[in-house]
């Protein structure tokens, strides 16, 4: 088995002169894909965080939202960090800001 392997390695010492071109040409795929992975998932990414940044520092008395979990609410207070949301007629429950989804549109 071990013999394979070193037979299928090359000569001691890596290639000579050309084992520097060599290295290079193994390092660009490497570049090529960590660029395609910026700009697929690294960038959108960023670009949402942003957005809901912003969506929250925006909120307001009174926007009607809607939960990560999927509640529908009216909001009747807003904190630093919690969100006061009436959820039914005298119902109001308290959860984290960062847990707010989307503001709704009437």
């Known amino acids: 088995m071990f013999g394979l392997a ?3 390695a ?3 010492g890596g290639a000579g002169p050309a084992g520097g071109m060599a ?3 193994q390092v660009i795929p ?3 894909m960590f660029v395609i992975f910026y700009f697929l998932l690294i960038r959108p990414q960023q670009k949402k965080a942003k957005e809901h ?3 929250l520092d925006a909120l307001k008395k009174g926007d009607f939202v809607v939960t990560a979990g999927g509640v529908h609410g009216k909001v009747t207070g807003v904190d630093d960090s919690i969100v006061s949301l009436e959820i039914a007629t005298g119902v109001n ?3 984290t ?3 707010i989804a989307t503001i709704k549109k009437d």
């Open 6 to 8: 070193f037979a299928m």
């Open 93 to 95: 429950i308290k959860i």
């Open 23 to 25: 290295a290079f040409q």
């Open 53 to 55: 940044k912003a969506l």
């Open 30 to 32: 490497l570049v090529f």
């Open 10 to 12: 090359g000569p001691p």
């Open 97 to 99: 800001k960062s847990y």
